[in-house]
């Protein structure tokens, strides 16, 4: 399985950026998706978590009612739409897929068996 990130760049704090991850060699729909991210010098954080379904999403207490993670099965792409962004959203963002059938497990990295490159997201002004 391939994850490429996508969608990064700069951006003005309030500003937003969608980010997308395409996955090849296998169907999406096999798998649990995650976005996590890692500002310099900090350990990799988890933002958000979508089920093969869409029925159970997840999201760091710091990006809810700002950030929306979706799936499109059909097209193999999760996407992570970013509102109002802060400076403290500046990180390297990563999606994994995860073989996963425990909810509780989907803000593990542990949890996640694939990882995509990252994308950077810089919010400066």
């Known amino acids: 399985v391939q994850l490429q990130a996508s969608g990064g760049g700069l951006v003005q704090p309030g500003g937003s950026l969608r980010l997308s991850c395409a996955v090849s060699?296998?169907?999406?729909?096999?798998?649990?998706m995650g976005w996590f991210r890692q500002a310099p010098g900090k350990e990799r954080d988890f933002v958000a978590a979508i089920s093969r379904s869409s029925s159970t999403i997840l999201y760091a207490d710091s990006v809810k009612g700002r950030f929306t993670i979706s799936r499109d099965n059909a097209k193999n792409t999760v996407y992570l739409q970013m509102n109002s962004l802060k400076p403290e959203d500046t990180a390297v963002y990563y999606c994994?897929?995860?073989?996963?059938?425990?909810?509780?497990?989907?803000?593990?990295?542990?949890?996640?068996?694939?990882w995509g490159q990252g994308t950077q997201v810089t919010v400066s002004s």
């Open positions: 060699g296998r169907t999406l729909r096999n798998y649990v």
């Open positions: 994994g897929a995860a073989a996963t059938a425990i909810t509780s497990s989907y803000p593990l990295q542990t949890a996640y068996n694939y």
